[in-house]
């Protein structure tokens, strides 16, 4: 690979080295697939370790496609796209499959939100303008993985679900920022730390049978809040200088 480091990118075939960062991206569809075996079966924990996998492999690609300048020296393999169709299975269509496909909301509300996610996510996977300049997304980025994790580990009232999702649903079209753990540069080592506790309080209640009870409780609910509320504390700090 010496031509990494050359001034002008060179066009390289699929059976160059830098070809397996688009197996990577790739890997997330099987991974998506196990997913919804798992959720078919009704194991929903199950369903969340590959989703959790996924969400892994889509923090590695796209670091490592900006590294090595994959859109420009493989412009006939599109990344952005491979990478929006497994995004939109593992952060939208699945996490919503697990919403109407449990016991966590009755009929016909199990329907009507996991419609309205499908739905609102596949508006916000077109809009163009949805990435910031500064890596942050423009209103809430589909992240249905986590926020449905959340609901269903944290979330014992129907009545709270059902309004929460109707929520993020609204703010998918909102002008308020979302953090990209890694994209974003400003407080990226606390936003990391918060997402790391996060996956550390997600493993113990997966571990517990779906349950997040004592310190995995607070740390899944307090690291939820910050990575929701971090970027749009970043934008009215910024309205307000």
């Not at 309205?116 to 996977?125: K, M, N």
């Not at 890694?182 to 493993?203: D, M, N």
Request: hydrophobic content about 55%.
């Amino acid at each position: 690979m010496a031509d990494l480091d050359a001034g002008t990118p060179r066009r390289l075939t699929a059976g160059h080295p830098l070809f397996l960062i688009h197996v990577l991206t790739a890997l997330g569809a099987p991974v998506a697939l196990l997913a919804l075996l798992a959720g078919a079966q009704g194991d929903w924990a199950m369903l969340f370790v590959w989703l959790g996998v996924a969400l892994v492999i889509d923090g590695i690609d796209g670091p490592l496609a900006r590294r090595f300048d994959i859109a420009n020296r493989m412009p006939q393999w599109s990344g952005a796209a491979l990478d929006f169709v497994i995004d939109y299975a593992t952060y939208v269509f699945l996490p919503a499959f697990a919403l109407a496909g449990s016991d966590m909301l009755s009929t016909p509300w199990n329907w009507i939100c996991g419609g309205l996610i499908v739905f609102t996510g596949a508006l916000y996977f077109a809009d163009n303008g949805m990435k910031q300049p500064d890596g942050s997304f423009k209103g809430f980025p589909t992240g249905w993985n986590m926020a449905v994790f959340g609901l269903m580990v944290l979330s014992s009232s129907q009545t709270f679900t059902i309004l929460f999702v109707l929520a993020l649903c609204a703010l998918t079209f909102a002008p308020v920022r979302f953090v990209h753990p890694v994209r974003v540069a400003r407080w990226r080592i606390l936003t990391l730390t918060v997402t790391l506790v996060w996956f550390i309080g997600a493993g113990l209640a997966i571990a517990n049978g779906m349950a997040a009870e004592g310190a995995a409780k607070w740390m899944l609910a307090l690291s939820s809040v910050y990575l929701l509320c971090v970027s749009a504390v970043q934008q009215l700090l910024d309205a307000l200088r």
